[in-house]
Structure formats: structure tokens, C-alpha cells
């Protein structure tokens, strides 16, 4: 099943001039790992990636990461 990326994510740290690099790093990963959960081509973000990043950034989890 091909899922479709967090396109409202992406558009966010773009607007907000955040690069995946440095939101990988607060979330502790690799910045390839971050590149493929946020297109969503291998892997996906945990629960707990997903709360950390809407509490960071006060962002809400049913706008931004639902399907």
C-alpha cells in the first residue's frame, strides 16, 4: 500500500524555513531516516515521534499526520 507523504508537514517547515536535518536531530535520527518517514517510502514516524513533533512545534496531530 503507497501512502501519501505529510504534505502539510512538509509545507510547514518549509513556511517556517525548517530543514529536515534539524528536525531529524531533535528527533534523534538520521536525516535520511526523517527524509523517507516524512515521504512515508519505507518507514513511518512512531507515535511517539508524531507527539513530540506536534508538542515542539504545537501543531495538531489530526491536521498534520492523519490520513
Given at each position: 500500500m503507497?501512502?501519501?507523504?505529510?504534505?502539510?508537514?512538509?509545507?510547514?517547515?518549509?513556511?517556517?524555513?525548517?530543514?529536515?536535518k534539524?528536525?531529524?536531530?531533535?528527533?534523534?535520527?538520521?536525516a535520511?531516516?526523517?527524509?523517507?518517514?516524512?515521504?512515508?517510502?519505507?518507514?513511518?514516524?512512531?507515535?511517539?515521534?508524531?507527539?513530540?513533533?506536534?508538542?515542539?512545534?504545537?501543531?495538531?496531530?489530526?491536521?498534520?499526520?492523519?490520513?
Amino acid at each position: 500500500m503507497i501512502r501519501k507523504p505529510y504534505s502539510k508537514y512538509k509545507v510547514f517547515l518549509s513556511d517556517n524555513g525548517i530543514r529536515y536535518k534539524d528536525e531529524a536531530c531533535y528527533l534523534g535520527i538520521d536525516a535520511s531516516t526523517f527524509s523517507q518517514k516524512i515521504n512515508r517510502t519505507k518507514s513511518d514516524f512512531t507515535f511517539d515521534e508524531v507527539k513530540a513533533i506536534c508538542k515542539h512545534h504545537n501543531l495538531s496531530l489530526e491536521e498534520y499526520f492523519s490520513d
